[in-house]
């Protein structure tokens, strides 16, 4: 079945850096795009960024664009999410998540892991 | 951006139906996912393309979409179905491409 666990989460200084991983299991990594989703602390879901199953092509929202960069390595099947100049408002619960659709993408989630926690503070 | 809307919560009586609305500016043109997340675990895929269930969910879950509203139907609600629903689009046309409903948190009475 499929398995996505995410790590690397923890607390870092506004201003700091930090990188999520997203180990994949259970079906064929690299034949198919990945999304990150933060989920700040009892609010709702925002979409953070998505790869192409190839890492050829790569999207993410304005606002995070030059902050935020999504790679993965289908050699070790991990999806990963490089973060930098943190603030408070990066503070969430980030899930990656899989794509339905092989090759291509469906823009939706059928899978997800349960999340890592970024908290940024001094 | 686009902007979807979902009302904060809705309440049912167990064994009745209920319905989870999501609007926004002409949503029937688009394709409506929605998630079921129950506290402390992550968001869960119950109905994609509008009105498909992924394997696994129950027929009890159904959707259907037109015009400005979207809506996530649950028959015969169970004290399990009780859970925070988000619908999402993609809208190819704005930023961000992919759009989150504010979520329903829906109580079972």
């Known amino acids: 079945q499929v398995q996505l666990v995410e790590s690397g989460g923890g607390v870092v200084q506004p201003g700091g850096s930090l990188r999520l991983s997203c180990e994949a299991s259970?079906?064929?990594?690299?034949?198919?795009?990945m999304h990150w989703v933060r989920q700040a602390p009892g609010k709702g879901l925002e979409w953070v960024a998505f790869?192409?199953?190839?890492?050829?092509?790569?999207y993410y929202p304005d606002s995070l664009k030059g902050r935020f960069t999504v790679s993965r390595d289908n050699s070790k099947n991990i999806l990963y999410l490089q973060m930098n100049s943190l603030t408070a408002e990066d503070t969430a619960f980030y899930y990656c998540?899989?794509?339905?659709?092989?090759?291509?993408?469906?823009?939706?989630?059928?899978?997800w892991g349960q999340g890592t926690l970024v908290t940024v503070s001094s | 951006s686009y902007v979807l809307t979902q009302p904060p919560s809705v309440s049912v009586a167990r064994g009745q139906a209920a319905r989870i609305i999501c609007g926004g500016d002409?949503?029937?043109?688009?394709?409506v996912h929605w998630y079921q997340q129950k506290p402390g675990q992550a968001p869960v895929l119950v109905v994609y393309d509008d009105s498909d269930r992924p394997s696994g969910i129950p027929e009890r879950f159904s959707g259907s979409n037109s015009g400005n509203t979207a809506t996530l139907t649950i028959s015969r609600v169970e004290a399990g179905d009780e859970a925070d629903y988000y619908c999402q689009v993609l809208d190819s046309n704005s930023d961000p491409l992919l759009v989150f409903g504010g979520g329903t948190k829906l109580t079972v009475l």
């Open positions: 998540a899989k794509d339905r659709l092989g090759y291509t993408t469906s823009h939706y989630f059928d899978h």
């Open positions: 002409n949503i029937g043109g688009k394709t």
């Open positions: 790869i192409w199953y190839d890492g050829s092509q790569k």
């Open positions: 259970g079906f064929i990594f690299s034949t198919f795009g």
